[in-house]
């Protein structure tokens, strides 16, 4: 499931138990990620789904469960 996939990356890029990443985990509010921490994390999903994300779509991205909904439909 691309969640749980989604969710094992934020943990590990935010040092976080990966049981309180939840679908609306807010990536500013809740994991304090500010834009170069949200940048790096776009990084490492683009490199695990061989997929570029455009910066029109991070800037979309305020939970966790937009980037999983983003991903399983591009």
């Known amino acids: 499931m691309i969640f749980d996939r989604v969710r094992e990356i934020i943990s590990k890029e935010f040092e976080i138990d990966e049981q309180a990443v939840t679908p609306e985990t807010?990536?500013?509010?809740?994991?304090?990620?500010?834009?170069?921490?949200?940048?790096?994390l776009v990084m490492s999903l683009e490199d695990e789904f061989g997929m570029e994300v455009p910066d029109e779509a991070v800037q979309g991205f305020k939970t966790v469960?937009?980037?999983?909904?983003?991903i399983e439909e591009n």
Request: aromatic share 4%.
């Open 26 to 40: 807010l990536l500013t509010d809740d994991l304090d990620a500010d834009s170069l921490e949200i940048i790096d």
């Open 65 to 70: 469960g937009d980037i999983a909904k983003y």
